[in-house]
């Protein structure tokens, strides 16, 4: 009977440590892949943002139409972005937080450089590259956080040191 006794108590032990160890587990995978969404959400709202800016940036701001497509621009296209980056605040680790600030600050100034004047599109691909290379540092720091190597590409080739914004080599002196 005491070995039957050991043998529950062994089981009920077992049990309790396991659905201890599970929890710690499913709480753990629950904040890496919140941490992951939110990274990627705000990867994809960079993509999604640089496009209307590059719109804002190469029309012509004497148009009727130009006042209200700031506004509309700031006041709805920028949602998406504010809540990916107001997620990675809360999810993001202290490294990529930091390199995401950065990120943010480059594409407010983009939004305020496409008001200034109307853009050429050559005027437009280097206004945009301060903004690419804050992406750029964004995505290398994921990588590193995920310990992924770093990629043997960059994701923008322009923003390459020796590459110029057509991405051709950059003659050297």
């Known amino acids: 009977m005491s070995t039957a006794v050991v043998a529950a108590v062994t089981a009920i032990l ?3 440590v396991g659905r201890l160890w599970d929890s710690r587990t499913e709480s753990a ?7 992951t969404a939110s ?3 705000f990867a994809e709202q960079f993509q999604a943002l ?7 940036a190469t029309a012509d701001p004497t148009a009727d139409s130009y006042a209200d497509r700031v506004e509309r621009i700031r006041l709805d296209d920028f949602k998406g972005w504010d809540s990916a980056f107001t997620s990675v605040w809360l999810h993001g ?19 305020y450089r496409a008001q200034e004047r109307q853009l050429v599109i050559d005027e437009w691909k280097q206004a945009r590259v301060p ?3 804050a992406f750029e540092r964004f995505i290398a720091a994921i990588r590193d956080e995920l310990r992924l190597p770093p990629a043997p590409v960059r994701f923008f080739p322009h923003t390459q040191p020796g ?7 950059q003659p050297t002196e």
């Open 39 to 41: 990274y990627q959400s």
């Open 50 to 56: 640089n496009e209307v800016l590059r719109v804002l």
């Open 163 to 169: 590459r110029d914004i057509h991405n051709r080599p």
């Open 29 to 35: 995978r629950w904040r890496r892949d919140q941490k």
């Open 131 to 133: 903004a690419r290379q």
């Open 93 to 111: 680790s202290a490294e990529v937080v930091a390199v995401a600030t950065q990120l943010d600050q480059a594409v407010t100034d983009l939004f």
């Open 14 to 16: 077992g049990i309790a």
